[in-house]
């Protein structure tokens, strides 16, 4: 298991910056995909961003152009710069990685992803 932990959540003003960081427990961290999947209560958790192994990147809709994700593995870390926020960006995020599929590949279903974190909340005001 990875155990992925995030951390860079916060409370930021419509228009501002956060980066979220994705702390594994493993250093084998860069044989995972990771995705971040952000979660509102009463509604479905949704898929933010995604990077696989070898660095291929994946985005929603909603997000894409405004949000990089991106990995060191060295520190073995993955981060979500998320810019240009908008209240309905208000969230709870969660870090999930995967070890399986190929080396370009990242999934965008959260049944796709056997580790998760346990969240970090962003808030943006308007």
């Known amino acids: 298991q990875v155990q992925p932990v995030e951390s860079g959540g916060g409370l930021v003003q419509a228009g501002g910056s956060l980066r979220l960081s994705c702390v594994a427990s493993v250093g084998t961290f860069s044989r995972y995909a990771v995705a971040w999947f952000r979660h509102l209560p009463g509604k479905e958790r949704e898929f933010v961003a995604a990077?696989?192994?070898?660095?291929?990147?994946y985005y929603a809709d909603s997000v894409k152009g405004r949000f990089t994700i991106s990995r060191d593995n060295a520190k073995i870390t993955v981060y979500l710069q998320m810019n240009s926020l908008k209240p309905e960006d208000t969230a709870n995020y969660y870090c999930a990685a995967s070890g399986s599929g190929t080396s370009y590949y990242a999934g965008r279903s959260a049944g796709e992803y056997a580790d998760w974190g346990q969240g970090t909340q962003v808030t943006v005001s308007s």
């Open positions: 990077i696989s192994r070898s660095a291929f990147t």
